[in-house]
């Protein structure tokens, strides 16, 4: 009975909720498309001619958003290019480049370095959370190991000077996170943007400027279905 209550919270929040309701007067396809473009206004993330990789891209309000930004070219099309990747399936977007699949595999990455054609990325963009157990270590370590997957991503294939752009929560390893990103960025910053609810524990950190750029593939375990959702 408790849980159907919280439901039925939740539910009456989500209808009522003003950037909902933006969101579908604006055709996006998630709120969250204004977290993201609260975050790039303060910190001028997204700029013309930049390569772009989004992590766990599905649904896509995220890569709308960017795809927005980057609109204008003569003739039409985008002045950048923008790459997603996902393990589920996501309706197209135009201008966007969109890779099914384990980011961790290599026939992911090869596609991905099919689009990239040998240029570096500027700004890795990374909205991934885990599936919940209701554990809190347990989900502590799913949240702590997304963002090793983020960071590895980002010191296989950023610019030196290159951002890194993920979602966390407060309470799943948090200050572990930020160490993580203290050790890897020169400089980092946390972001709670009003799109993200008061309620939520939701916080985004933002790194910039590789400490020890790498070059080639990360070699992270592969992303668990059962586990992990985008």
């Given at each position: 009975m408790k849980k159907k209550k919280l439901n039925k919270n939740w539910l009456h929040d989500h209808i009522n909720?003003?950037?909902v309701k933006l969101a579908q007067k604006e055709g996006y396809r998630a709120r969250a498309a204004f977290k993201l473009k609260e975050i790039d206004e303060d910190e001028h993330l997204i700029k013309p001619d930049q390569v772009?990789?989004?992590?766990?891209?599905t649904p896509g309000s995220w890569g709308q958003y960017v795809r927005r930004k980057l609109a204008g070219k003569d003739g039409g099309g985008i002045n950048g290019t923008l790459?997603?990747?996902?393990?589920?399936?996501?309706?197209?977007?135009?201008?966007?480049?969109?890779?099914q699949g384990d980011f961790r595999e290599p026939d992911v990455l090869q596609q991905l370095e099919d689009v990239?054609?040998?240029?570096?990325?500027d700004v890795v963009l990374s909205d991934m959370a885990p599936n919940l157990s209701g554990i809190a270590s347990a989900d502590a370590a799913r949240m702590e190991h997304l963002i090793d997957l983020a960071i590895e991503f980002s010191q296989a294939h950023l610019k030196p000077n290159g951002s890194?752009?993920?979602k966390c929560f407060k309470d799943m390893g948090f200050?572990?996170?930020?160490?993580?990103?203290?050790?890897?960025?020169?400089?980092?910053?946390?972001?709670?943007?009003?799109?993200?609810?008061?309620?939520s524990s939701e916080i985004f950190l933002l790194g910039r400027g590789l400490k020890n750029?790498?070059?080639?593939?990360?070699?992270?375990?592969?992303?668990?279905s059962e586990q992990f959702r985008p």
């Open positions: 909720d003003p950037y772009i990789v989004d992590l766990g891209c790459i997603g990747l996902d393990m589920l399936p996501m309706e197209p977007i135009a201008d966007f480049h969109f890779i990239v054609q040998g240029r570096k990325v890194l752009l993920v200050n572990d996170i930020v160490l993580k990103f203290r050790q890897e960025f020169k400089t980092v910053v946390q972001k709670k943007p009003k799109a993200s609810r008061d309620k750029p790498t070059d080639g593939m990360a070699s992270a375990q592969p992303l668990d």
